[in-house]
């Protein structure tokens, strides 16, 4: 999608050299007029999983975003694009926040509530100020995902924090290191991409999901997602949804236990099911989009939030 740009100026050099050359037939002004009216390309950013690293551009234009998320790692991973204050970068968010969390997390397994306490009380003050911005939800080792969202100019943090023997994917490796944090800047140029069109549109409350335009079909699928609803919750995380395989009656409630980051086996990799993706959280009152390839079988969305299925965040459905 990046050659986009020179395909437009072959394009009116075709349509230059057509309109000198003079006699040509009918045919070809016709072919002309439909490059002309050719609809502008989404604009396409690869971002990729390597171990637990993420690969990708640390400078975008601003606008309609499809983050193109390849898994070339033998692990689950998701990119949720964290929004720091202004002038907080990958390397601070690792010392002032990912690193808390691992020390609570350790604590939470050992069972001390004082360490966890104390470990929560590091936080900066500026933690109230982190939003997000959406980003590709969980997927499975060797798969794609695909999800849009409208990112305007700023500095943005590209996060996971599935863990691996108990340790969050964000936990710097060492001193000086980054784990799964990465800068990305969107500067003020437009990208010029449109918004996606969507073949269903589900809508997240405060109370779950609910699908309300379109059919899910076997083939590709581009699901809007309208987060009429956002919310904090006490575990530090909102309303987000990803696509879940179901291969068996046992996946949905192993899946929704393994959700809470808090507990020994949350969000540990490899987790209870396959995930083709989804989108992280969005703020209450926008929409972003995602794109699954499904085959006949059982499906659910499901969000990272504690006992989703308790909550009203599964929604189970089938496609022929
Ligand atoms: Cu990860």
């Known amino acids: 999608m990046r050659n986009w740009p020179r395909v437009v100026i072959f394009t009116v050099c075709v349509l230059i050299q057509a309109g000198c050359g003079g006699g040509q037939s009918s045919d070809e002004i016709q072919v002309s007029a439909e490059d002309q009216s050719a609809q502008p390309a989404p604009y396409v950013v690869e971002i990729r999983a390597v171990g637990k690293s993420f690969e990708g551009p640390s400078e975008i234009p601003s606008g309609w975003t499809t983050f193109k ?10 990119a949720i694009i964290d929004v720091p204050p202004e002038d907080i970068r990958a390397h601070e968010l690792s010392d002032a926040v990912a690193a808390p969390f691992q020390e609570a997390m350790d604590a939470m397994n050992a069972g001390d509530e004082a360490v966890v306490n104390a470990a929560f009380a590091k936080f900066p003050p500026w933690i109230g100020e982190l939003s997000r911005a959406g980003g590709p939800g969980f997927l499975s080792p060797g798969r794609m995902g695909q999800t849009t969202v409208k990112l305007e100019p700023g500095h ?14 964000s936990t710097s490796p060492g001193e000086g290191q980054l784990g799964m944090l990465m ?4 500067t003020a140029d437009r990208n010029g991409a449109p918004e996606p069109t969507a073949d269903v549109t589900l809508e997240i409350r405060n109370t779950g999901f609910e699908l309300v335009r379109g059919e899910l079909a076997s083939g590709t699928n581009t699901i809007r997602v309208d987060f009429i609803e956002q919310q904090a919750l006490p575990s530090f995380v909102g309303n ?12 949905i409630p192993k899946t929704s236990a393994w959700m809470d980051w808090r507990t020994k086996d949350g969000l540990e990799d ?3 099911a396959v995930f083709l993706g989804g989108i992280n959280d969005l703020p209450e009152g926008s ?10 079988g059982d499906y659910a969305f499901i969000a990272e939030v504690p006992d989703p299925g308790a909550t009203g965040f599964v929604l189970p459905f089938s496609v022929d």
């Open 156 to 169: 943005y943090v590209m996060e996971c924090y599935i863990k691996s023997d108990g340790v969050f994917h």
């Open 287 to 296: 929409h972003g989009y995602f794109t699954v390839d499904l085959v006949p």
């Open 240 to 251: 987000d949804v990803h696509v879940m395989r179901v291969d068996d009656e046992g996946s």
């Open 69 to 78: 998320f390849m898994n070339a790692s033998n692990m689950l991973h998701f």
């Open 183 to 186: 800068d990305l800047t969107v």
């Open 270 to 272: 490899p987790g209870p």
